[in-house]
């Protein structure tokens, strides 16, 4: 089993930065890809980015250049660092990791709110 415990979420400004942080413990030697995904009000969990163990990346399109995903091995965590922030980033963020030939996350985090104020 794995646990993932998020951090960094809050209320911001437009134009503001936040970074999130993601802890992972537990049976980690079977993760191979992280992410992020988020969920605003009324509608679908959405998947913000993701990183694999050999540093592939993927972002939503609404993010790229603004959002970046990175990873501590060491530390055993992932990180969103997340700029020039808008309304429509305010969601719940939340934290997933998905093990090796797994077709689809099996662990999730708690959630963090992140709110952007115009």
């Known amino acids: 089993q794995v646990q993932l415990v998020e951090s960094g979420g809050g209320l911001v400004q437009a134009g503001g930065s936040l970074r999130l942080s993601c802890a992972a413990s537990g049976s980690i030697f079977s993760i191979n890809t992280m992410g992020w995904y988020r969920q605003a009000p009324g509608k679908q969990r959405e998947l913000v980015a993701f990183m694999t163990n050999v540093g592939i990346t993927y972002y939503v399109d609404s993010t790229k250049g603004r959002f970046t995903i990175s990873r501590d091995n060491a530390k055993n965590t992932v990180y969103l660092q997340m700029n020039t922030l808008k309304p429509e980033d305010t969601a719940v963020y939340y934290c997933?990791?998905?093990?090796?030939?797994?077709?689809?996350?099996?662990?999730w985090g708690q959630g963090t709110q992140v709110t952007v104020s115009s």
């Open positions: 997933a990791a998905r093990d090796y030939g797994a077709s689809k996350y099996d662990y």
